[in-house]
């Protein structure tokens, strides 16, 4: 079933805002089978938002418009909606109900101009916004059915899952099912990747791709059939024959972020985590916490920054410092094993490393990196040069490498090099 | 200048990848006088490509193309290209020399599939890539001229940057001037600063807008005008009317982020900071020290997840954390003079709280935030709730008030309240 979607507003045009929500919606009803044929972005300007709606209904049957349902004076998405559609705006009693009911809920005082989102285009049906105060609305032409949804993205989601899906599903049926499948790697790069699957024969109704989506790659793959079963069937085929060829590079293989995974490993070995860093400064910590219910296994950071912090938070000898330097083997695993014994944890991992722009030098330049582990097999330790990247690179990559260390020394794997 | 930028790539409309190059692109070239009208996004599909390329052109005079320039089978922008132009794909020998001493440089051995991308449209103009092995092309057609450039951002951006803008620029003079200007609050929701800007009376030719980028509200001014003179003081004038409004919630008016902000007033009142983090775990640092030369201010971040490592870490009493919980007034200020002493620092912010989704009671719910800062004049605790948002949404909004927190203790605000 083909799909467009157009958001809508300067912010996006003007590139103040990414457009996150055409991504999501994308990626969520390809799971129910509709294939996104193009993505549409136009400023709040009333010609442009007719003109992308004409565009659209002769590309997809199906249209999801978002954005510019707010109740200030730039929001005129709906104007512009019955200017297209030949109909005048309505207010909506509905719509006013939930409006004021959510503003009594919320403690606030309800402005004039929230009255605005209560209007909508007559003959359109209603969509509930339990999140926010603009609602949506559906309505159908000859040739598309277009939904009007919000832009603020928490309530563009859930009004499409709970919402927008159920009512595509009932106008559609015995339609080709598409299933797509991410399989995320780490340490191989995008070209060496398409080469090590080159000769690979894979099940005629399944499409690979590959997709640099920094710091990682991923191998993804679509299929389509007219069964569930046969689609699952080709998909596991191609997940099969790949893993076989480059296997040890996939760390997920269900849409599970490395953090998760790393997460549930930890849980799963009953194993507690210490973290101390200092370029990446809290960001490894940040990512394991992201995970609810991360405090499982996740005890304490320590991120010292300053070289005074790696002596006064983990013991490390300033004498070492100062001989070796912050940055260094010996350095990376006394911080390691000072956290280690500080937090009380079954593992701990360290990173100090140059981010940049500057305090680079010819022996360590920009992007020197060292990642140390310290647990009850003993101390592991690699040095790595991070570079031709930027600073916000450099921390991100680091952060995806001590992570994958993590992962794979989990895993009982030998071989921990990149 | 009407500009139209399409993005092509599966990655894009099966949702798996954010299109952040548009957004950039537009951002950066309307600073230049260029105003987008149009973002598209189409699948690797030779049809599609094409019918996006001639959309494009009836809708504006400059097109730029990114994304599909890549060395493997699913690339496949340059032959669609040449179905849309109507011209062959030739090699281009400088294209190919550079490809190949790039991997020279870098010491890995060219593959087959990268000879493809030194095949450009006959009669294109080559662009260099210096970060990456896709080179991009122009090629004008009587309706408008086409920029093709790579899709990894940092390939993209940079060819934009040092080749795409002067050529733009060399087309087109004595044109109209666009210049924007973002103004960044927290605090105020997007309803309430539209009712106190609503009376406002600003210059004809400066549009405002607003725009919620969680989790901030942004105001947005573009002034157009034949001269940059007038366009800046059409600004300056709409600026001030609106700072004499709601100025104390604007923490930026150039473009710089608020940890920019609090890191330039560390360094300008020569003050150090530590933090001690619970449920941010990292984010309030990581954010700090993504400014380069953050290390002049910042030195050290205890991320005490568990109770044990509040107690050895910042000495927070035990017998406290158990008669108060870990999520109280008391432990935050508690961790905030233990963050300042253990690090030596000048000033110490501290955060505990419940990010969710578990872990919340009637007394406590999920979004409970405790904020607490010790410096020299003393200590402040604040408490929070962050209620109908989700863990990471908490998490967030809980760091943003942190930072802005300091910002206002650091200008000597005696009104630090939300």
Redo the contacts between chains.
């Keep these: 079933l083909p799909l467009a979607i157009i958001s809508i507003?300067?912010?996006?045009?003007?590139?103040?805002?990414?457009?996150?929500n055409?991504?999501?919606?994308?990626?969520?009803l390809?799971e129910h089978g509709m294939e996104?044929?193009?993505?549409?972005?136009?400023?709040?300007d009333l010609r442009?938002v007719s003109?992308?709606l004409r565009?659209a209904q002769t590309?997809a049957r199906i249209v999801i418009v978002s954005g510019g349902l707010?109740?200030?004076?730039?929001d005129l998405t709906t104007e512009a909606a019955c200017q297209f559609l030949g109909v005048r705006p309505v207010l909506n009693q509905h719509a006013l109900d939930m409006i004021e009911s959510r503003f009594r809920a919320?403690g606030r005082e309800m402005?004039n101009?929230?009255r605005k989102q209560a209007m909508i285009p007559e003959g359109a049906e209603l969509l509930e916004n339990p999140?926010g105060?603009a609602p949506g609305y559906v309505f159908a032409t000859k040739r598309a059915c277009f939904f009007f949804v919000p832009g603020?993205?928490?309530e563009c989601r859930r009004m499409i899952e709970h919402q927008v899906l159920s009512k595509i599903l009932a106008r559609e049926k015995g339609k080709k099912i598409f299933r797509?499948l991410?399989l995320r790697t780490f340490g191989l790069t995008?070209?060496?990747l398409?080469?090590s699957l080159a000769e690979l024969e894979l099940p005629r109704n399944v499409r690979m791709?590959?997709?640099?989506?920094?710091p990682e790659i991923?191998i993804?793959l679509?299929a389509s059939g007219k069964t569930e079963a046969s689609v699952v069937k080709a998909l596991s085929r191609a997940q099969a024959a790949i893993k076989e060829k480059v296997g040890q590079y996939i760390f997920s293989e269900n849409g599970r972020s490395l953090e998760q995974v790393v997460g549930d490993l930890l849980r799963e070995k009953n194993r507690t985590l210490a973290?101390a860093?200092s370029c990446?400064?809290?960001?490894?910590?940040?990512r394991?916490?992201?995970i609810?219910?991360?405090?499982d296994y996740?005890?304490?950071?320590?991120?010292?920054?300053?070289n005074?912090?790696k002596t006064?938070?983990l013991e490390v000898p300033g004498r070492l410092i100062q001989e070796k330097g912050a940055v260094s083997s010996e350095v990376a695993l006394a911080m390691a094993e000072g956290a280690r014994s500080?937090?009380?944890s079954d593992m701990a991992l360290a990173v100090t490393g140059i981010a940049?722009?500057?305090g680079g030098t010819a022996e360590k330049p920009v992007g020197t990196m060292h990642i140390a582990i310290a647990d009850e097999r003993g101390t592991w330790e690699k040095k790595l040069f991070l570079l031709?990247a930027?600073?916000?690179?450099i921390?991100e990559l680091a952060a995806q490498t001590a992570l994958e260390v993590i992962r794979r020394r989990l895993l009982g794997q030998k071989n921990l090099e990149f």
């Design positions: 507003g300067d912010e996006i045009t003007t590139g103040s805002v990414v457009d996150t055409s991504a999501w919606i994308s990626e969520f390809l996104t044929r193009l993505h549409l972005s136009v400023p709040d442009k003109r992308a565009f590309q707010g109740p200030t004076v730039d919320i402005t101009n929230n999140f105060t603020v993205p928490v797509p991410i995008e070209s060496r398409d080469q791709g590959f997709r640099a989506v920094f991923q993804k679509i973290i860093e990446t400064a809290g960001l490894i910590a940040k394991l916490t992201d609810p219910g991360s405090s996740f005890l304490a950071g320590f991120i010292t920054y300053s005074k912090a006064d938070m500080k937090a009380g940049g722009p500057t031709r930027e600073r916000s690179q921390r």
